[in-house]
């Protein structure tokens, strides 16, 4: 049954990739993970490569400026997904990276925020952020904007 | 419930083994599933994750053909069994896959979130605005057989750790009992009277140590305080077998002195009416002339009162009542010598006289004819109790140290002794024979004054005579004399 379901999803997914593909971004809700800046910023794109750097704490610069990551636990299925498709590591594995790098280099982690209104916050407050949230959480928000698709159901 | 300290060791580590092991297995198990889950998860990530970047350098909307080639190396190279790319353009899916596979409605993100054995996860793409997904699936298998490989070598070695624990737990039980049961087995000897056993246990625990030093010196004090009780016990019996033997001589010499009072004040009249029948019988044989034909019945008169004169004199004697005796210092030995030649002489045949004279001199003090008529007195018994039998008589002298002396003595003694092999005498026997008239012998073969006599004059002489005596074991007559010392 699960099969039969995931088979219709695939075909599901084909018709809305088909329909947002010519746009910018994929349907907006809590089945698309997008990535963010302050609307100050002066970010538009970010490759994955770039973004799972950023993430681990590594430098990555825009417009000569060092960009901060901050990790969004608002949603422990956001950090389930941040995990698998944005660093693409287990929960230990990350810690570990992170930590060794800060330990060998002295980088500092990514710093977590808990909720979706201090994630908004430091956005606003700091052009140099950069995090992921629901496309629905920050839809028509006109403090951020997105600059990427992360992951979408 | 008596349980064997071996038992109750090995019961203990069973126990503890069961409530341990079982927790013990599953947190480990927890571990090694948790362990390996992960490594799994981190390896598809990565592998999904370079698959996604590389597809990604191949710029926006790859050849079909180039996108099947990097699918099927992917499941080559790694443990992918479904890789699929979906665009605008459509689906490409690697054809090395399981057939029939295909990806759930939601990617997984924990190991066999959805019980199909595979971990899907999708990736998306974005090459210069050409946005795609990557989906790939892993076997879960090889993990899933890794871990249980894991949990049954856990397992083996848990049985294994068990069974060692319990063997260890068994030895270790049988080392711990085995100084207890040796102290067991000591004690019960020290309990059935062997008091000389020491308690004493190979071990180096020190609290068995301890313990065995502790009983043992408990055993020493058990001993002492038995010993002593012992040694007390003996000397009481001793003292109160000594108080018997007291009591008993005590109402000896008693009944002894109320007869010898009583005979000695009769013999004294006796000897009062005797003496003027001698006398006058005497004159008036003086005075008759020598054909008077009553001159054979005063004879005969004068025979008859001078053999009761001669009784009286005896029963005086016994009562302590002779007239004319004085003590002397006497030479017991030159008395024995002189005793022995005359009873030798008037010994028959039948009878064999030895002597074991070790002292050649004993001087006592007494009057030397009254010590002669004594050992006569019993060498004559002796003879007697032999009946018409050969038999020995054996008349012996020493000197007896004060350590070796009768109870009661304070200074060197003289033993006489004179030893019959005879008949020998029972106890009621024995406690009469000092009695005057006292006769086993029948009517008309004795006086029964010969015994009363000897202890009369023992009496006076401050000696003391004992007997021993069994029946058919002969006779044997100890008299004590205090020796006068030759300074005195």
Same mark, same amino acid.
């Given at each position: 049954m699960?099969r039969?379901?995931a088979v219709r999803?695939?075909?599901?997914i084909r018709a809305?990739?088909?329909a947002v593909?010519g746009g910018?971004a994929?349907a907006?809700?809590?089945?698309t993970?997008?990535?963010v ?10 490759s994955?490569v770039e973004v799972?750097?950023l993430f681990m ?5 825009s417009?000569?400026r060092?960009l901060?990551?901050?990790r969004?636990?608002?949603d422990?299925r956001l ?8 660093v693409?590591?287990s ?5 570990r ?9 002295g980088r500092?982690?990514p710093p977590?925020v808990?909720?979706e209104k201090?994630?908004?916050r ?8 950069v995090?992921f949230a629901?496309?629905?959480?920050v839809a028509?928000n006109?403090?951020?904007k997105v600059i990427r ?5 | 419930?008596?349980i064997p ?6 019961a ?11 927790a013990?297995?599953?947190a480990l198990?927890g571990?090694v ?5 992960r ?5 598809a990530?990565t592998?999904?994750?370079m ?6 350098l ?9 996108i099947?080639?990097?699918?099927d190396l992917?499941?080559l190279?790694g443990d992918g069994?479904?890789?699929e790319?979906l665009?605008?353009r459509g689906? %490409?899916?690697s054809?090395?896959g399981?057939?029939?596979l295909?990806?759930p409605?939601q990617?997984d993100?924990?190991?066999n979130?959805h019980?199909?054995h595979?971990?899907f ?7 210069r605005g050409h946005f795609?997904?990557?989906r790939?699936?892993?076997d879960e298998t ?5 871990i249980k490989?894991?949990?049954?070598r856990?397992?083996t ?5 068990s069974?060692v624990?319990?063997l260890?737990?068994?030895l ?5 009992s085995?100084p207890i ?5 000591t ?7 062997d008091?000389?056993k020491?308690l004493q246990v190979?071990s ?6 301890d313990l065995?030093a502790?009983l043992d010196h408990m055993?020493?004090t058990l001993v002492?305080?038995?010993e002593l009780?012992r040694?007390?016990?003996i000397?009481k019996e001793?003292?109160?077998l ?5 009591e008993?001589d005590?109402?000896?010499r008693?009944?002894?002195?109320? %007869?010898?009072?009583?005979a000695?004040g009769?013999a004294h009249e ?9 006398l ?30 001669? %009784?009286v004199?005896k029963i005086?004697t016994?009562s302590h009542?002779v007239?004319?005796t ?11 010598d ?7 002489a008037?010994a028959?045949?039948?009878?064999i006289v030895t002597t074991?004279c070790?002292?050649?001199s004993?001087?006592?003090?007494g009057d030397a004819s009254?010590l ?7 060498c004559?018994?002796?003879?007697q109790?032999l ?9 012996g002298l020493?000197?007896?140290?004060p350590?070796?002396a009768?109870a009661?003595?304070t200074?060197?003694q003289?033993?006489?002794w004179?030893?019959?092999?005879g008949?020998?005498?029972d106890?009621?026997t024995?406690?009469r ?6 006769t086993t012998?029948?009517?008309g073969?004795?006086t029964?004054?010969?015994l009363?006599?000897?202890h009369?004059?023992?009496e006076?002489c401050g000696?003391r005579i004992?007997v ?8 044997t007559f100890?008299?004590f004399?205090?020796?006068?010392e030759?300074?005195a």
């Amino acid at each position: 049954m699960e099969r039969r379901a995931a088979v219709r999803y695939a075909w599901l997914i084909r018709a809305t990739l088909t329909a947002v593909l010519g746009g910018a971004a994929f349907a907006q809700g809590h089945d698309t993970v997008v990535l963010v800046v302050g609307a100050k910023s002066d970010v538009t794109a970010l490759s994955s490569v770039e973004v799972r750097k950023l993430f681990m704490g590594l430098t990555v610069m825009s417009g000569g400026r060092a960009l901060h990551a901050l990790r969004n636990d608002s949603d422990p299925r956001l950090d389930q997904i941040f995990l698998q498709n944005i660093v693409s590591m287990s929960d230990v594995t990350y810690e570990r990276q992170v930590l060794g790098l800060a330990l060998r280099q002295g980088r500092e982690p990514p710093p977590t925020v808990h909720s979706e209104k201090a994630l908004l916050r430091v956005l606003a407050y700091d052009p140099a952020a950069v995090s992921f949230a629901w496309s629905a959480d920050v839809a028509g928000n006109a403090d951020v904007k997105v600059i990427r698709v992360l992951w979408h159901e | 419930m008596r349980i064997p300290l071996t038992a109750a060791v090995a019961a203990i580590v069973v126990l503890i083994h069961a409530a341990a092991l079982p927790a013990l297995y599953f947190a480990l198990s927890g571990v090694v599933r948790t362990s390996h889950e992960r490594l799994f998860i981190d390896h598809a990530r990565t592998f999904a994750r370079m698959l996604a970047e590389q597809l990604e350098l191949e710029g926006p909307a790859p050849a079909p053909q180039r996108i099947r080639d990097v699918l099927d190396l992917a499941i080559l190279n790694g443990d992918g069994v479904y890789a699929e790319y979906l665009d605008d353009r459509g689906s %490409v899916r690697s054809q090395l896959g399981r057939a029939g596979l295909d990806m759930p409605a939601q990617q997984d993100f924990n190991f066999n979130e959805h019980g199909d054995h595979v971990y899907f996860l999708k990736l998306p793409i974005s090459a210069r605005g050409h946005f795609a997904e990557l989906r790939v699936g892993f076997d879960e298998t090889p993990t899933e057989e890794s871990i249980k490989l894991a949990l049954r070598r856990m397992l083996t070695i848990l049985a294994a750790y068990s069974g060692v624990s319990l063997l260890i737990a068994a030895l270790l039980g049988l080392r711990f009992s085995r100084p207890i049961r040796e102290l067991q087995n000591t004690s019960r000897a020290i309990a059935s009277g062997d008091y000389a056993k020491r308690l004493q246990v190979e071990s180096r625990v020190a609290e068995l140590q301890d313990l065995t030093a502790d009983l043992d010196h408990m055993r020493r004090t058990l001993v002492g305080v038995n010993e002593l009780l012992r040694s007390e016990m003996i000397e009481k019996e001793r003292a109160e077998l000594r108080r018997r033997e007291l009591e008993n001589d005590l109402r000896h010499r008693q009944r002894l002195e109320t %007869v010898g009072t009583l005979a000695g004040g009769i013999a004294h009249e006796f000897n009062n009416a005797l003496l003027p029948i001698i006398l006058f019988t005497e004159a008036a044989l003086e005075d008759l002339p020598g054909t008077a034909p009553v001159r054979e019945d005063l004879s005969r008169v004068l025979g008859s009162a001078r053999r009761a004169r001669d %009784v009286v004199r005896k029963i005086l004697t016994f009562s302590h009542k002779v007239e004319g005796t004085t003590l002397n210092v006497v030479d017991l030995a030159v008395v024995v010598d002189e005793a022995l030649n005359l009873f030798s002489a008037l010994a028959p045949s039948s009878v064999i006289v030895t002597t074991e004279c070790e002292a050649r001199s004993a001087p006592v003090r007494g009057d030397a004819s009254l010590l002669l008529q004594m050992v006569m007195n019993l060498c004559v018994n002796g003879y007697q109790a032999l009946g018409e039998r050969d038999g020995r008589l054996t008349i012996g002298l020493r000197r007896v140290s004060p350590a070796g002396a009768q109870a009661g003595s304070t200074g060197a003694q003289a033993e006489l002794w004179v030893r019959d092999n005879g008949h020998g005498m029972d106890e009621a026997t024995v406690a009469r024979i000092f009695e005057p008239f006292f006769t086993t012998r029948g009517v008309g073969q004795g006086t029964g004054l010969g015994l009363s006599v000897v202890h009369g004059i023992v009496e006076s002489c401050g000696a003391r005579i004992a007997v021993e005596t069994a029946v058919a074991a002969g006779t044997t007559f100890h008299v004590f004399f205090p020796i006068v010392e030759e300074a005195a």
